[in-house]
């Protein structure tokens, strides 16, 4: 096609418009990102999360710069707090980021939450594969929250960096105990700012509490239990050997990036030798072709069901069934359906 | 069943036993509440949500004993911010519940992330029905964080309060534009602390905002674009002349609890005297329906097709196909297996 070639010879619009359909599921862009997926795997992807407040934007400003000093070319995808309902993008501080808008070296995409379950997750990797085939070496998947969403995404890095910063207060500290086991490197950033020891304390404190056996696991167990757990399957072996390490960074005035990169460079490594960087490759695609799968399967019974699932919901509402027999039902219909197609 | 009876007919244990059971997705556990399901729709569900800091579980408590005072017997659904990872609910703060523990007019459960996306809005449904069905006349589920998910959770409650307080800091402020549309009523806790009057002030400016036609619809508009949109088709038609009330409360000291109530009760008439609130059960039967089916569906082609999936991510990893095309030749599977069903 022309436009797999227009993309892996770099054309911006060409990809912008591929992203743009891809959220937007047509068709077509499957065939493209399809086409371009023999052309990715070259690039890493740092997934960068934390409390608002933690100065993420400025770090990965930082980082973009320092990359592009290395003479790398750098993908951002900046993961908006949008609202689900609207779909619209709320902060604008991206601003930030604009003195690279005109480097031809960095790409930044902005994703917003669209509203369907795991929505987010899927464009995101298909953003990054696009920025990957197009030969973006280094690529920084931004998260604004600490919500599950954001979890989600970051399970499609490479490396997960978690930012936290001192003083954001003591709840904000337990809503990070979500994010503690997603962190393969925390960062403690404004580390000029009084409490940045103590929030390294804090953080070291909850990592020997997360290898406590009580916690169930340690921090490379990226799954949780359940009767859909695709992942525990496929990582059944803890080989965490990997102690998350704690880097200190004042963003605002670029100290510490470099050691940043470093500690992302060792992960990276570790990843290699220990072979926890091919399981998580597993994983990846497992998650990714099952979320494709629900996704079709749930596309194809509203397009050919529907009908049928507004009489649910009519009966439902008279109490004529109820939703556990009425999913029963359809699932019936829908497989039973099947069988008549082409 | 006597399971049935016994849940009908106030047994604790068994309740418990069949939510757990739910959550595990036991197949039992269907049919159960199954049965259930003619004895309920008697129950309000109100749904608290916002920022951590805001007091949200000491409100809740205030609404508990203020339910408790007027007769009413009153279910918690507490939703933790727990790891996706590992299942476990990390924040202790419930203890402030602990005073309602001995009181057989309130029943008091916890629901953890379990790491499946969705999983969560589908346990609290399961939960709220058992209590709705074993005569809990007021329910409120109670989330701690303001992500996707919580707003999800927020969906299955007849009314969202969203509670917010002074000083929560600028950052925050961003992330609760992402719930201002689930609010049916804004609650500014701590109203006795500096700023509150602001606090009220900014939320009136964003409710202005929000019914900017720039915006995308007003606040009732509880869905977002996207293929998978399954609200869209429900309800197209906005309703809307709800403006949410802001109420000020001080919950350390009771005050405002019945103002907050009063505001509930509105809520509630204006939802079955303008037809919204038909609607609003009709999209989450569909909802419900659509979960189920998604969860059913993938379930089985693990189960039935595990192998092939296993194949496909080997193909994957050896980038002998990509994510792509391994997902809609499984759906071509799935649906062609099925045909030989009985």
């Not at 003195?99 to 953003?127: E, K, M, P, Q, W």
């Amino acid at each position: 096609l022309d436009r797999v070639s227009a993309i892996l010879a770099g054309d911006v619009r060409a990809a912008a418009r591929l992203m743009r359909e891809a959220d937007d599921r047509v068709p077509e862009a499957f065939l493209v990102l399809s086409a371009l997926h023999p052309h990715t795997g070259r690039a890493r992807i740092v997934g960068i999360t934390g409390n608002p407040g933690a100065g993420k934007s400025t770090l990965v400003d930082r980082l973009v710069s320092f990359h592009r000093r290395a003479g790398k070319r750098v993908g951002v995808v900046a993961v908006d707090p949008s609202s689900p309902f609207t779909g619209g993008a709320i902060l604008g501080d991206r601003i930030r980021m604009q003195r690279h808008a005109t480097d031809d070296g960095v790409f930044i995409r902005s994703l917003a939450t669209r509203g369907h379950l795991g929505g987010l997750s899927r464009s995101c990797v298909d953003v990054t594969r696009v920025l990957d085939a197009m030969g973006f070496e280094e690529i920084l998947v931004e998260t604004v929250g600490v919500g599950q969403d954001e979890i989600e995404v970051t399970r499609a890095a490479h490396t997960t960096v978690v930012v936290t910063a001192p003083g954001l207060g003591d709840e904000i500290q337990a809503i990070k105990a979500g994010i503690l086991e997603a962190a393969d490197v925390f960062c403690v950033n404004k580390a000029d700012k009084d409490g940045a020891d103590a929030a390294v304390r804090d953080l070291e404190m909850m990592l020997a509490l997360a290898n406590e056996p009580v916690f169930g696991g340690a921090h490379s167990a990226h799954h949780a239990p359940g009767a859909l757990d695709v992942a525990k399957a496929v990582d059944s072996v803890d080989a965490s050997t990997w102690r998350p390490p704690i880097q200190k960074t004042v963003a605002s005035k670029d100290q510490g990036t470099a050691e940043l990169v470093a500690a992302i460079d060792a992960h990276g490594r570790w990843l290699a030798e220990s072979g926890e960087g091919e399981r998580r490759a597993r994983r990846r695609a497992r998650e990714e072709i099952l979320a494709r799968l629900r996704e079709s399967l749930v596309s194809r019974a509203i397009g050919e069901h529907g009908a049928e699932i507004d009489r649910s919901v009519d009966a439902i509402l008279a109490r004529a069934t109820d939703p556990y027999r009425a999913a029963d039902a359809l699932v019936a219909t829908v497989l039973a359906g099947a069988g008549t197609l082409p």
